[in-house]
Nanobody, 116 residues
Framework: EVPLVESGGGLVQPGGSLRLSCVGS????????MSWVRQAPGKGLEWVAS?????????NYADSVKGRFTISREDAKKTLYLQMTSLKAEDSAVYYC????????RGQGTQVTVSS
């Protein structure tokens, strides 16, 4: 099991913003692709975004969040971020960070609820 701890979720109104964080430990964080995935109630796991190691400098996003979400990393702090803006009700889900791609080891998740 790979310790990954997510935080930053909460309740936000439609159109609002949140920043999620994920701290990793016990592995060479800077060497890994890191991803965010989410799971809404009654639905399967959905990939949100991935970021490659800093020396590669590449990120990619699901079409559903492109232009609204930004994934970033701070390797010195072993921390992954997800800046979410223009949030919609359909963004409500438990958000997980994962080591590697969407099927990698995940943390316990943080709940994001978008509602007025």
């Amino acid at each position: 099991e790979v310790p990954l701890v997510e935080s930053g979720g909460g309740l936000v109104q439609p159109g609002g913003s949140l920043r999620l964080s994920c701290v990793g430990s016990g592995f060479a964080f800077s060497s890994y692709v890191m991803s965010w995935v989410r799971q809404a109630p009654g639905k399967g796991l959905e990939w949100v975004a991935s970021i490659y190691p800093t020396n590669v400098g590449y990120q990619n996003y699901a079409d559903s969040v492109k232009g609204r979400f930004t994934i970033s990393r701070e390797d010195a702090k072993k921390t992954l971020y997800l800046q979410m803006t223009s949030l919609k009700a359909e963004d409500s889900a438990v958000y997980y960070c994962s080591r590697g791609g969407p099927n990698g080891s995940r943390g316990q998740g943080t709940q994001v609820t978008v509602s007025s």
